[in-house]
């Protein structure tokens, strides 16, 4: 939760292949992220893990275009990004009493690694490629207050329960 220093932190790229100390850091996202209805994305160091891993789930969003379900992502790179043109209300569980409005590129390319330790490739865009670049800024120490631009940008909210 912020303020927790750990937030602020660059994380370390995850050594390959994949050990068993990873997947566990991996499975504890993945059950993290259950454990909060409608969370669509967490990063490692939400729940401790100064390491970059992030999950991502857009499955059947609403406001979802591309959709490449439930992954997990190990040492993600933003290998090429569209326009930053889209402004939109973001939350996070580690911020839980606020939102805020944030412009991202509207359509991204990311390469990782996956849980099997295949290099996977995802082009993303809308949501998708939101979540993704909201996650991916955790790995840097980024927070999505990070990237407001005005005060009248954040917005007070009700609490994850
Ligand atoms: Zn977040």
Redesign the pocket.
């Known amino acids: 939760m912020y303020p927790d220093a750990r937030l602020k932190t660059e994380c370390d790229p995850v050594e390959l292949p994949l050990d068993d100390a990873t997947r566990a850091i991996a499975r504890d996202l993945l059950d993290t992220m259950d454990s909060f209805p409608g969370c669509v ?3 490692a160091p ?1 729940i401790g893990a100064l390491v970059r891993i992030v999950a991502i789930d857009v499955s059947g969003h609403k406001k979802a275009v591309s959709d490449h379900g439930r992954r997990v992502l190990v040492n993600p790179v933003i290998v090429s990004r569209g326009a930053e043109r889209v402004k939109m209300r973001e939350g ?4 839980p009493d606020f939102t805020g409005n944030v412009t991202r590129a509207e359509s991204i390319v990311v390469e990782a690694v996956g849980l099997d330790g295949a290099p996977q490739r995802l082009e993303c865009d809308a949501y998708e490629a939101r979540v993704v670049l ?2 991916l800024d ?1 790995l840097d120490g980024l ?2 207050l990070d990237r407001v631009q005005h005060a009248r940008d954040v917005f007070p909210r009700k609490r994850y329960q």
Request: some cysteine.
């Open positions: 994305g967490i990063a939400q996070c569980l580690s911020i909201h996650e955790h927070l999505f």
